[in-house]
C-alpha cells in the first residue's frame, strides 16, 4: 500500500515550459486535493476534486488545471510556467467528506522554474 | 481575519522541557481539528485529531476550546525527534481545508 505517490520529484523548467505532475492514491479515497508551499505561506489551495470526473478551483487556481480522468489519480498541469510558481507541490487525498477524516499527502515535488 | 492562526515561533527548548502551541480558528461551526507535523522538505503527516474537548496519545495532548475557538498541542518530555514545524489545520464547511501557516519547534540538547 503505497499511500499517495507524485512524481516528479524534483523538476527545473525555464520560463514559459509547460508540464504535468502526477499525483497517485491506492486508498480509493474519493477526495484529492493539490497544494503549494511557500516560505512563511502555508499550503494554499490550488485546486481540488470530489471524485472522478470532477475537479474545483482553489484559493490560488490561477496559471494551473487540473484533470482526474481516474478516481486513482490527479493531473496538475502548467500551460506557461513562471519564476512565480517556483515552490513545492504537495498532492493529498481524503476518503470522503466526512470532517473526521484527515488528509493523506504525497512526498511534494520542488519545482524551480528559472 | 485569517481562518486558522497559530503563533510562528520559533519555539527553542531544552530535552525534557514541556512546549505548548496555540491555535485560533475563526468558523465556530468547525467540528473537528487536526494537528500535522511536518519535517523539513517533506510532507505533513497526521499527528492527532481532536473532535471532542481533547486527545492525548502518550506525550502530546491536544485540546480544545470552543467557547474561545482555539486548540493547543503540549509536547510534554520533548525530546530532539519532536524537532519540526506543527500545523493547526481547520476543516471548512465545504470540502476544503485551512491550514495554519506552522509553529516551528527546536529541541536543543
Known amino acids: 500500500n503505497a499511500g499517495v505517490t507524485q512524481t516528479p520529484k524534483f523538476r527545473v523548467l525555464k520560463t514559459g515550459q509547460s508540464m504535468t505532475l502526477l499525483c497517485a492514491q491506492d486508498?480509493?479515497?474519493?477526495?484529492m486535493y493539490w497544494y503549494r508551499q511557500d516560505p512563511g505561506m502555508g499550503l494554499r489551495l490550488i485546486h481540488y476534486?470530489?471524485?472522478?470526473?470532477?475537479?474545483a478551483k482553489g484559493e490560488v487556481p490561477d496559471g494551473y488545471n487540473v484533470s482526474r480522468l481516474k478516481k486513482q489519480n490527479f493531473l496538475l498541469g502548467l500551460e506557461s510556467a513562471a519564476p512565480s510558481q517556483t515552490s513545492v507541490y504537495f498532492c493529498?487525498?481524503?476518503?470522503?467528506?466526512?470532517?473526521?477524516?484527515?488528509?493523506?499527502f504525497g512526498p511534494g515535488t520542488r519545482l524551480t522554474v528559472l | 481575519r485569517k481562518e486558522v492562526e497559530q503563533d510562528p515561533g520559533p519555539f527553542n527548548v531544552p530535552e525534557g522541557a514541556t512546549v505548548a502551541f496555540n491555535c485560533t480558528y475563526s468558523?465556530?461551526?468547525?467540528?473537528?481539528f487536526f494537528w500535522y507535523r511536518q519535517d523539513c522538505r517533506k510532507e505533513p503527516k497526521l499527528l492527532m485529531s481532536?473532535?471532542?474537548s481533547g486527545n492525548e496519545d502518550g506525550r502530546f495532548t491536544a485540546q480544545l476550546n470552543r467557547a474561545s475557538q482555539y486548540i493547543s498541542l503540549l509536547i510534554r518530555d520533548s525530546k530532539l525527534s519532536d524537532s519540526a514545524t506543527y500545523l493547526c489545520?481547520?476543516?471548512?464547511?465545504?470540502?476544503?481545508?485551512?491550514f495554519g501557516t506552522g509553529t516551528s519547534l527546536t529541541v536543543i540538547p
Open positions: 493529498a487525498s481524503r476518503r470522503d467528506s466526512s470532517p473526521y477524516n484527515e488528509q493523506f
Open positions: 486508498m480509493n479515497h474519493e477526495y
Open positions: 476534486s470530489v471524485g472522478e470526473g470532477t475537479t
Open positions: 468558523n465556530s461551526a468547525s467540528q473537528s
Open positions: 481532536v473532535y471532542s
Open positions: 489545520v481547520v476543516p471548512s464547511t465545504g470540502n476544503q481545508f485551512y
